[in-house]
């Protein structure tokens, strides 16, 4: 059987922990199999019946339809009947900004009719959805289907807020969140150089996913956009090149920023570390074009406060 090639972050992906080699080999499937190889979305319709028949029958329908129970409880896929989403398949898009790849994904849009999974994908890749339409839109102009204009108009409008799941926030960006945390804990927690326990509690993730889905100006082309997880990462980054933020300057008191008090608190504080971390990016720039050696960036005045994390 041909499983398809086997992507690196199958033997990394939490998601897989506990998981068998097969269960791996199958997701592979999902992502390389004849009916969704082409669906750059990750959506489309299929049954266990066709997807047993796909793997030359080596997998039964009953031991299809199993590891498909499987997938969505590690959160992997969604599905409604037979329309299947593969939550991450549009982030393995070498290239989601081509045109014909954003041509590619608009027509699936539109052609599932599960508006539950459709609202789902729109919601993870809300910042993706402007440019899509746009690419939609002007493809059907010029092949002269315009009857099809107002699906394309449409799109934005059937996107509720929040998804009609409580729980589904949270299962659409567990891999942002789990990045956002990994990178938090090996670039400012792992700096602190003792023995640390710290978890993702829900409250954590919980802001994490508030801060995923809030807008901010975009400081070089001042359109107000969704955050992204590099805004997040870049304020992390910022917090951790400064001795006096992880307490360990001389005129510090030891304690050190946490992410859900002294970075991520709200948008407010969030944008205040990227306009820093902008700010230091752009004295570090005149200074080498100036040929003067390079300085750690400079720390913000001490603040009194007591040490959280």
């Known amino acids: 059987m041909d499983w398809g090639p086997i992507y690196a972050d199958l033997w990394t992906d939490e998601k897989f922990e506990g998981g068998s080699f097969t269960l791996r080999s199958f997701f592979a499937f999902l992502l390389t199999n004849p009916y969704g190889m082409k669906d750059l979305s990750g959506l489309y319709r299929v049954s266990p019946e066709q997807l047993s028949v796909a793997t030359d029958s080596t997998l039964t329908p009953h031991e299809v339809a199993e590891y498909l129970n499987e997938c969505e409880r590690r959160r992997l896929v969604m599905r409604d009947g037979r329309w299947l989403w593969i939550i991450n398949r549009f982030a393995r898009v070498e290239n989601p900004a081509n045109v014909r790849t954003q041509i590619n994904v608009g027509r699936a849009l539109l052609a599932c009719r ?54 589904e926030p949270a299962v659409l960006y567990e891999d942002e969140i789990q990045a956002v945390w990994h990178f938090y804990m090996t670039t400012i927690v792992a700096a602190l150089g003792r023995p640390v326990s710290y978890t993702l509690s829900a409250a954590r993730r919980s802001l994490i996913l508030t801060r995923l889905r ?74 080498a074009r100036r040929g003067e050696p390079k300085l750690p960036p400079e720390p913000s005045e001490p603040e009194a406060r007591e040490e959280r994390l």
């Open 114 to 167: 599960s508006p539950r999974l459709v609202a789902a994908w729109k919601y993870k890749y809300a910042a993706w959805v402007p440019r899509i339409e746009k690419a939609l839109h002007q493809a059907i102009e010029v092949q002269g289907a315009p009857e099809e204009v107002e699906d394309v108009l449409g799109l934005r409008a059937i996107v509720p807020d929040p998804p009609p799941a409580d729980d």
């Open 214 to 287: 809030d807008r901010i100006k975009d400081q070089e082309t001042g359109e107000t956009r969704l955050v992204t997880i590099e805004d997040l990462m870049a304020a992390i980054s910022a917090c951790a090149a400064s001795d006096w933020h992880l307490g360990r300057s001389p005129d510090s008191d030891g304690t050190h920023y946490s992410l859900e008090r002294d970075i991520l608190r709200d948008k407010e504080q969030l944008e205040r570390w990227l306009e820093g971390a902008r700010g230091a990016t752009r004295r570090r720039r005149a200074k």
